[in-house]
């Protein structure tokens, strides 16, 4: 079994950061891809980013790509997703999920754990 908690999130002004961490706990934290999802009010849970298991692999959505950065740390066991130039619409909560593989995944159904979420807020 695999404990993902999610940590970071808040309110922030729109143009601004943040940075989420998601830390692991349970299996071997380097033998899982990692991948970041978000879902707003009234809306299905997307896709943010995701990262294989080395780290070098990393995939976007275009709606947030060139503005979030996910990245890896396996000697913390922890993934974290830094969110820059932040607008209004990506208010949502955040979650992490982790799947036993070695390729990255934009797909929900793919992951096999998922954390609580953290809320982030964007204000105009």
């Known amino acids: 079994q695999v404990q993902l908690v999610e940590s970071g999130g808040g309110l922030v002004q729109a143009g601004g950061s943040l940075r989420l961490s998601c830390a692991c706990s349970?299996?071997?934290?380097?033998?899982?891809?990692m991948g970041w999802f978000r879902q707003a009010p009234g809306k299905e849970r997307e896709f943010v980013a995701a990262?294989?298991?080395?780290?070098?692999?990393?995939d976007y959505p275009d709606s947030v790509k060139g503005r979030f950065t996910i990245s890896r740390d396996n000697a913390k066991n922890t993934v974290y997703l830094q969110m820059n130039s932040l607008k209004p619409e990506d208010t949502a909560v955040y979650y992490c999920?982790?799947?036993?593989?070695?390729?990255?995944?934009?797909?929900?159904?793919?992951?096999?754990?998922w954390g609580q979420g953290t809320q982030v807020t964007v204000s105009s």
């Open positions: 990262i294989s298991r080395s780290g070098r692999r990393t």
């Open positions: 349970g299996r071997t934290f380097s033998n899982y891809a």
């Open positions: 999920a982790a799947r036993a593989v070695m390729l990255m995944s934009s797909l929900q159904y793919e992951y096999d754990y």
